[in-house]
């Protein structure tokens, strides 16, 4: 089944404490991106990779890092979370390299950092 | 920066009327806009599709109108069922710094009374 998968679904954390979210996906698309949603402000994108190793900001890139080392992956990665980062979070991918295609999302995670 | 929003953060509708969402934009230069459903505990879902030298669209029970003129998006579920009841959210595909990007309104919230 073609899908994007993300883990952990749920997090609880505290202040400065590390944590990777991870996102695959098997369908072999070149681009993918990451969101946080939060009440009232819709989905607000973060990175996002149009290729392996190349990735850039999004609307709302401070205090997350992300890598791309490959195709399938791109996990997000809080150095140090704060409180304001408590959120849902989707990552998401589509086809080509320029995120004009149809996004495919995956099922969220819930992250929230005391 | 450029935003998209809706006019009704919540809609009511009796089952098997018609629904209607609305989305205004404001990026005059955005060529193409989607629309996605998103249902409790779910990621995004894409619904369909529209391109600026379109006016309309058609799916399976739903039909998107563009409006370039006053920069207005809606979305037209015929008959709603149960199963529609979701957020539903526009984006416009604005292009920044060569590179393109999603942006999304707010979400409306459609409710489908029995």
Known sequence: EAQVTQNPRYLITV???????????????????????????????????????????????????????????????????????TSLYFCASSYGTSGRDTQYFGPGTRLTVL | GESVGLHLPTLSVQEGDNSIINCAYSNSASDYFIWYKQESGKGPQFIIDIRSNMDKRQGQRVTVLLNKTVKHLSLQIAATQPGDSAVYFCAEMGEMDSNYQLIWGAGTKLIIKP
């Open chain 1, 15 to 85: 202040t400065g404490k590390k944590l990777t979210v991870t996102c695959s996906q098997n369908m072999n698309h070149e681009y993918m991106s990451w969101y946080r949603q939060d009440p009232g402000l819709g989905l607000r994108q973060i990175y996002y990779s149009m290729n392996v190793e190349v990735t850039d900001k999004g609307d709302v890139p401070e205090g997350y890092k992300v890598s791309r080392k490959e195709k399938r992956n791109f996990p997000l990665i809080l150095e140090s979370p704060s409180p304001n980062q």
